[in-house]
């Protein structure tokens, strides 16, 4: 998927907020979910996080310099409470 999301965005910046637009949508969703579904999901959007947040800080992303940086940071903070979802506590890893 993530691969998926990076190409589709090539050449066309405005796609990319479109993107994360969408992720927002979905992935803030993931809180109100539960169960084996809740697990699935993290992992899903956490993987996607990286690839997003190097898209917003793209140079031809038509965004000021300072939304992109505070959106990178909110991505920062959604990838660690998506490896916190999908590991559990005590469990360690990372996505």
């Known amino acids: ?51 997003l947040r190097e898209l917003i800080l793209r140079p031809d992303t038509p965004l000021d310099a300072d939304v992109k940086t505070t959106i990178a940071a909110q991505l920062d903070t959604a990838k660690g409470r998506f490896a916190a979802i999908w590991h559990g506590p005590g469990d360690g890893g990372g996505l």
């Open 1 to 51: 998927m993530s691969q998926c999301a990076a190409y589709q965005t090539r050449g066309i910046p405005s796609f990319c907020l479109i993107k994360a637009s969408d992720f927002t949508d979905n992935a803030v969703g993931v809180i109100h979910t539960t169960g084996p579904k809740l697990s699935r999901l993290a992992r899903k959007y956490g993987r996607l996080v990286p690839v």
